[in-house]
DNA sequence: CACTTGACCTGTCCGC
DNA sequence: TGCGGACAGGTCAAGT
C-alpha cells in the first residue's frame, strides 16, 4: 500500500480536484469496504459536499457538510482515483488507467452533481472506507493506538529516540514498521532510510548508538521528504488521484534494486527476510 | 508483557 | 501452456 508519501500525494491532488464538490449517488459492492447502512448514506453522503480532505498516519479523511467524514484506509493495493467529465483522449499516458473506471477492483464509486466520479478501487479487499462522525475519528482504535507523525516540525530526534527504544529487543526494521512507535513508514522506506543511516535492518534496536538513531531519524524525514515531492513511489498498483504514477522508483537506493549495484560502494544489492517482509539491503554498507 | 507468525484477498511472476 | 508456490508498498488476531 501506499506509504506515508503515497497517501500524501493522493490527498494533495484530491484537494485540487474534490473540494466543493456535492455528492449526488455512492454506489459500493456489498461484500466488503464499505459497511454503512444504506440509511446512513442516504442522510450524511448524499446530498453533503466536500469540505476537506485530511490525512493522519496512512488513513486519509474526506470531511462533509454534513458533520460526517470518509474515513479510508488504502492498505496494500487500494486507489482513490477521480474521473472528470472529460477523460483523457486515446493515447493519452493516463488513458488506460483512468478512462477504463469502474473495473473488477472498484469496491465504490461517488458521482458528484456535475456528473465527475471519485473511484475507491482495490485489487486485494483489504482497505477499508466507513463513513463516521467528523468528531468521533479520533476516537477510533486505529488513531488511538497510532504514534506521531514523523514528519511534523515538533517531532524530534530525541522523541525518535525515545519512541524507538520501547520496542529494544526486536529488529529496527520491524520498530520502524510499528505504527504505534511512528505513523507512516512502510516497507519502502523502512529500506531507504536504513540504507541511508547504513544499519542493517535485523539489527536489534538497544545495539544502535544514539548517533546512530540520529542519523536514523534525519534520513528518514529526508526520504519521505523526497518522496512527497516526487509524487511517491509506484509499483503496477500505486497511482495518485488523477491516475498518475509516483517517480520515488527512479530515485531509490535499495529498494527493489536487488542485483544492482549500491549508489554508494558499488556492491551488490541483496534481498532478504526481515520482520517477515522483503527487505533490501547493501551487505557491505550495511552490516550486522 | 514483548515479540513473531499467520490470516485476510487477488493477481502476477517464476520455475518445473 | 499449465500448474504450484512464493510473493506483493498493511494491519490485526492469535500464538509462543
Redesign the pocket.
Known amino acids: 500500500?501506499?506509504?506515508l508519501?503515497?497517501v500524501e500525494t493522493v490527498r494533495r491532488g484530491l484537494l485540487g480536484l474534490v473540494i466543493d464538490k456535492t455528492v449526488t449517488a455512492e454506489s459500493h459492492d456489498t461484500?466488503?469496504g464499505f459497511p454503512n447502512t444504506p440509511h446512513d448514506v442516504q442522510t450524511f453522503l448524499v446530498g453533503a459536499t466536500i469540505r476537506d480532505v485530511r490525512r493522519r498516519?496512512?488513513?486519509l479523511m474526506i470531511d462533509l457538510s454534513s458533520g460526517y467524514s470518509l474515513v479510508i484506509?488504502?492498505?496494500?493495493?487500494g486507489q482513490l482515483v477521480y474521473v472528470g467529465e472529460t477523460r483523457f483522449g486515446a493515447g493519452h499516458p493516463s488513458d488506460s488507467l483512468v478512462n477504463a473506471l469502474p473495473d473488477?477492483?472498484t469496491r465504490v464509486t461517488l458521482t458528484f452533481s456535475d456528473g465527475t466520479h471519485l473511484y475507491f478501487n482495490d485489487?486485494?479487499?483489504?482497505g477499508w472506507m466507513r463513513l463516521l462522525p467528523t468528531i468521533e475519528i479520533p476516537n477510533i482504535?486505529?488513531m488511538q493506538?497510532?504514534g506521531p507523525e514523523p514528519l511534523s516540525d515538533e517531532f524530534t530526534s530525541k522523541e525518535f529516540i525515545q519512541r524507538i527504544q520501547?520496542?529494544?529487543?526486536?529488529?529496527i526494521k520491524?520498530?520502524l514498521?510499528?505504527?504505534s512507535v511512528l505513523?507512516?513508514?512502510?516497507?519502502?522506506y523502512?529500506d531507504e532510510s536504513l540504507w541511508g543511516a547504513k544499519i542493517h535492518p535485523a539489527r536489534r534496536?538497544y545495539t544502535l548508538s544514539k548517533t546512530e538513531l540520529v542519523l536514523l531519524y534525519t534520513e528518514l524525514r529526508a526520504v519521505m521528504n523526497l518522496a512527497i515531492e516526487k509524487g511517491?513511489?509506484?509499483?503496477?498498483?500505486?497511482i495518485n488521484a488523477e491516475g498518475k504514477k509516483?517517480s520515488y522508483?527512479d530515485f531509490a537506493r535499495a529498494?527493489?534494486r536487488e542485483g544492482q549495484p549500491c549508489p554508494r560502494c558499488e556492491a551488490t544489492i541483496e534481498?532478504l527476510?526481515v520482520?517477515?517482509?522483503?527487505?533490501h539491503i547493501c551487505p557491505v554498507c550495511q552490516v550486522l
Open positions: 500500500m501506499p506509504e508519501p503515497e461484500e466488503k498516519a496512512k488513513v484506509h488504502l492498505k496494500m493495493t473488477a477492483s485489487q486485494r479487499k483489504f482504535d486505529f493506538k497510532v520501547r520496542r529494544k529487543n526486536t529488529s520491524a520498530a514498521l510499528d505504527q505513523a507512516g513508514v512502510g516497507n519502502i523502512a534496536v511517491g513511489s509506484s509499483n503496477h498498483t500505486y509516483g522508483m529498494f527493489r534481498k527476510r520482520a517477515g517482509r522483503g527487505t
